[in-house]
Nanobody
Framework: QLQLVESGGGLVQPGGSLRLSCAASGSTLDSYGIAWFRQAPGKEREGVSCISTGGYTSNLTEHVRGRFTISRDNAKNTVFLQMNSLVPEDTAVYYC??????????????????WGQGTQVTVSS
């Protein structure tokens, strides 16, 4: 059973940066497409970015284009989300999710098999 644990969230000023980590245990991430989602208070969950087993990436929202970068280190069994130029609208709980797949290019799936518990990101002065 794959387990995901997010970390790296916190309070940051507008314009600042954070790097979120999604660490996996129970299985290796090699065969999983990984996505980051976020949910702000009173809003629906929103896909942020995803990365395929082959390392292909995709932004799932235009709001983070040019500011957020997703990457994976299979040796560390971890996926990262580097977030730069943060704005208050980025405030949310950020979740990582995994989908077992044999497709090396696709990472945007309608359903994911495993979810982490989330990490809070607050952007405020």
């Amino acid at each position: 059973q794959l387990q995901l644990v997010e970390s790296g969230g916190g309070l940051v000023q507008p314009g600042g940066s954070l790097r979120l980590s999604c660490a996996a245990s129970g299985s290796t991430l090699d065969s999983y497409g990984i996505a980051w989602f976020r949910q702000a208070p009173g809003k629906e969950r929103e896909g942020v970015s995803c990365i395929s087993t082959g390392g292909y990436t995709s932004n799932l929202t235009e709001h983070v284009r040019g500011r957020f970068t997703i990457s994976r280190d299979n040796a560390k069994n971890t996926v990262f989300l580097q977030m730069n130029s943060l704005v208050p609208e980025d405030t949310a709980v950020y979740y990582c999710a995994a989908r077992f797949t044999r497709q090396s290019i696709v990472c945007d799936f309608p359903k994911y098999d495993y979810w982490g518990q989330g990490t809070q990101v607050t952007v405020s002065s």
